[in-house]
């Protein structure tokens, strides 16, 4: 683990909605602006590619047709893991030598779901891993899958223990937890709530699990949207100019904000990470340690290993009848 300190950035964008390898492009120029600031670290907002699918809170679900087609669409430009999107963002990563976490719209290996997924890529240009939202929030339910829990990780790289949660997933204590006992440090929260209650919850976390934590949203205009997918300009005829302000933000392990919201603009935040600090607020305030109760209480979490054994148990099981 590098022991001196080190710059992240959290990228405020607007993705090219609906078009993935556009998104992608924009999404590596920003990677290179990063790296070249000198961040080893960069985070862009949940579902970033091809963007976020924001009809699902303005069509009613009983527009069926209009709901089919607009999934067709959401499906085609959905990125498949690994594929040559996964490959160019890697090269990125690569070129940049950052550590990259991206939110993307994930399509499964069907070809008939999408995921909400956090791709994780690593300074060679590969994939560390994608995990996928657990529990789609209310609309999102219309057009996302319920999530692997065996894709809840915690990589170790030479930075620091990196993992994070999507959203609303980090309002649900055993999933923060489950991250917290696998000694995350650096704790990335891509979201699309823009909210103050959101701003304090990533301060709670920070001075909770004694993480740097980096709540990463888009900026998104109603024009983005239109612009994309003008069918659908009936249903946003009350929506102001802004659909979401952005107000990303950065905290360390004391719940201090280290990068202020940023509000109604593209740009990117950027925050020293000293390890140092990771270690020594421990001292006081360890919750997956010596201030948890294992007496107590236990969490229990499935892992990929289980879900990878059950499947080779019952291949065998099969094999024999």
């Not at 239109?226 to 929506?239: D, G, I, R």
Request: net charge negative; glycine share 10%; hydrophobic share 35%.
């Amino acid at each position: 683990m590098q022991h001196s300190p080190f710059k992240m950035a959290v990228v405020q964008a607007t993705p090219v909605f609906m078009d993935r390898d556009a998104s992608v492009e924009k999404a590596c120029g920003l990677i290179a602006e990063a790296g070249k600031a000198g961040a080893k670290l960069v985070v862009f907002p949940e579902a970033f590619i091809p963007g976020y699918p924001d009809w699902i809170w303005q069509v009613p679900p009983g527009q069926m047709r209009l709901n089919q087609s607009l999934y067709a669409k959401l499906l085609e430009a959905s990125v498949s893991v690994p594929s040559d999107a996964t490959e160019r963002l890697g090269e990125a990563a690569k070129e940049a030598g950052v550590y990259l976490s991206i939110g993307i719209n994930e399509r499964s290996s069907s070809g008939g779901s999408v995921y909400n997924s956090l791709l994780y890529l690593g300074p060679d240009g590969g994939i560390l891993g994608c995990h996928q939202k657990l529990v789609p929030t209310i609309a999102e339910r219309t057009v996302w899958g319920y999530g692997d829990p065996a894709t809840l990780e915690v990589y170790e790289t030479e930075i620091g223990r990196l993992g994070g949660l999507i959203c609303w997933e980090n309002y649900m204590p055993l999933v923060r937890q489950s991250l917290y006992e696998k000694g995350i440090g650096l704790y990335v929260a891509p979201t699309y709530d823009e909210g103050e209650a959101w701003q304090a919850s990533m301060r709670h976390i920070g001075k909770e699990g004694r993480v740097y934590i980096a709540g990463c949203c888009m900026v998104l205009r109603k024009e983005d949207v239109l612009k994309a997918l003008p069918e659908l300009e009936p249903f946003y005829e009350h929506v102001g100019e802004w659909i979401n302000k952005g107000n990303s933000m950065i905290a360390d392990p004391n719940g201090n904000v280290l990068a202020e919201p940023l509000s109604k603009e593209e740009g990117t935040l950027y925050a020293e990470v000293d390890p140092q600090k990771l270690l020594g607020s421990k001292w006081n305030l360890d919750v997956a340690g010596h201030y948890a109760r294992p007496d107590a209480f236990s969490l229990w979490t499935r892992t990929f290993e289980q879900n990878r054994d059950e499947s080779q148990k019952g291949e065998s099981e099969t094999e024999e009848a």
